[in-house]
Nanobody, 126 residues
Framework: VQLQASGGGLVQAGGSLRLSCAASGSSLDYSLMAWFRQAPGKEREGVSCGSRFGGHSYYTDSVKGRFTISRDNAKNTVYLQMNSLKPEDTAVYYC????????????????????WGQGTLVTVSS
């Protein structure tokens, strides 16, 4: 599976962005999709994750109520709608997918993913 992330950019605090991650390849057998982010000098952090086929989605506490993960299976694309952005949301955002599901919020742990996009930079100015 190849993943192509896009949609990052510079936005003022309080603004919105929508990230996209398009999957391609000969075997699109992933069932779990996720977004991670890594700010300068910090470890990679799970932002949101969920099943490709619907059901509950999980979010890290700092983005709950502001970010929404969604998907368009016909386009093999996963999205991250980010509203009410804050300067602390500034980071490189990565999408990732996994073949098998994980229990609950375990899907926010990056060690379980083997397919990653290249990252897209989100900068939120104050």
């Amino acid at each position: 599976v190849q993943l192509q992330a896009s949609g990052g950019g510079l936005v003022q605090a309080g603004g919105s962005l929508r990230l996209s991650c398009a999957a391609s390849g000969s075997s699109l057998d992933y069932s779990l999709m996720a977004w991670f982010r890594q700010a300068p000098g910090k470890e990679r952090e799970g932002v949101s994750c969920g099943s490709r086929f619907g059901g509950h989605s999980y979010y890290t506490d700092s983005v709950k109520g502001r970010f929404t993960i969604s998907r368009d299976n016909a386009k093999n694309t996963v999205y991250l709608q980010m509203n009410s952005l804050k300067p602390e949301d500034t980071a490189v955002y990565y999408c990732a997918v996994r073949t098998n599901r994980l229990p609950g919020s375990t899907c926010l742990n990056s060690i379980y993913y083997h397919h990653w996009g290249q990252g897209t930079l989100v900068t939120v100015s104050s």
